[in-house]
């Protein structure tokens, strides 16, 4: 328990503590904090105050002053573990030392209300893995029908891409629809304007904490200790761009227009208590992927939107990302296999996480099954995205009378750029 007051559904109770990068008015340098109910503890003034030099390794003062998390991130695993401590005593009930003191109290703790979120680190490079079976499958049906659905090489390997890194957004940031080519009628020349087919992806993304040399794979044992948290992701896409272009060598303009993540990183320890066994394998992963431990998580995840026109969100989406085929260390360990460097600040995309019901579905591609039905938001339909709708994607873990949780991944998507007009 700690001092602060946590409702029993808060996502950010004191077994969470999800690091962040926040400002405020009265200072509007971006720096360091970690959420607790719907407070940040401003970690720049407890550093200031000497509340961390307890932790070896950690120059407090100039690491959460820094306006990303890179430097703190790339301390590694021992540096992360006993910060984590250090602030679940200093945030607990029993703990006088910042409960007592009202000066450092009213400096240290900032309503989240009153802050305005940052991008929690500066992404170097950003790949998007492809890892959930019944979304690859969903979308293979779609494009090549049920009897090759799944490519037989999927199940050996989690399929990748490397997409933008400059692009990806802090929750809260608005889009703009993307202009592109499409195919408006089958077999015809492609026509330029608006993308009619905006879509989302729900998706769990991971941050990379500490990299790896070139030449030096990650192995999957080590996996764990590399990656700082988990983030909650929407991989905006453009389906009419993205079909286009994307044989032979992948998505590029349909994606990278824009990706939004959440805004608090939690920790992999965090989300520790809620380890669960990935789906089967099958045929077994060879050897540098075969994992005898569990790998998955049980995160539920939702979407819901807010269509132009309406005054609330609705729920389309109930998934879990326990439904990932392909874990995050094997996403990892992949990624590094042939020497590949990862480095501090890396962001890693999981897929759509749909699982195996149709209201588990992670994109509109599959809810509407590619727009050959309609969702009703309320009396409002749609097949695709609409300009000035809302999605916000959201995850939580459930505990015995707490919840690990992501908080909220929002954003809008404002009308094309007129092209004629530049
Ligand atoms: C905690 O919540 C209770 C009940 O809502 C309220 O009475 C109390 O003032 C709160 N304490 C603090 C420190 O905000
Ligand atoms: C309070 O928390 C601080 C920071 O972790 C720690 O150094 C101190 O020992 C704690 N005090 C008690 C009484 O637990
Ligand atoms: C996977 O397998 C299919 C079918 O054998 C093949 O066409 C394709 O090139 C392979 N690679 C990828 C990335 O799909």
Redesign the pocket.
Known sequence: MSFINVSTDSHFPIQNLPFGVFSTAEKTSPRVGVAIGDQIVDLSVVAEAG??D?VSGLNAKEVFSQSTLNQYMSLGKPVWSAVR???Q??L?A?????RDNAELRAKAFVAQSAAKMHLPAEIGDYTDFYASKEHATNVGIMFRGKENALMPNWTHLPVGYHGRASSVVVSGTDLVRPNGQRVAVKGEPPVFGPSVRLDYELEMAFLVGTGNQLGEPISLRSAKDHIFGVVVMNDWSARDIQSWEYVPLGPFLGKNFGTTISPWVVSLEALEPFLVEQPKQEPQPLPYLKDNEKAGYDINLEVQIKPSGGSEYHTVTRSNLKYMYWSFKQQLTHHAVNGCNMRTGDLCGSGTISGPTEDSFGSLLELTWSGQKELDLGGIKRKFIEDGDEVLMTGFCQGDGYIVGFGDCVGKILPAVNYDQL
Do not use: Q, V
């Open positions: 509340l961390l307890g401590k250090a602030l005593s200093l607990s029993d703990n006088a030392t910042l």
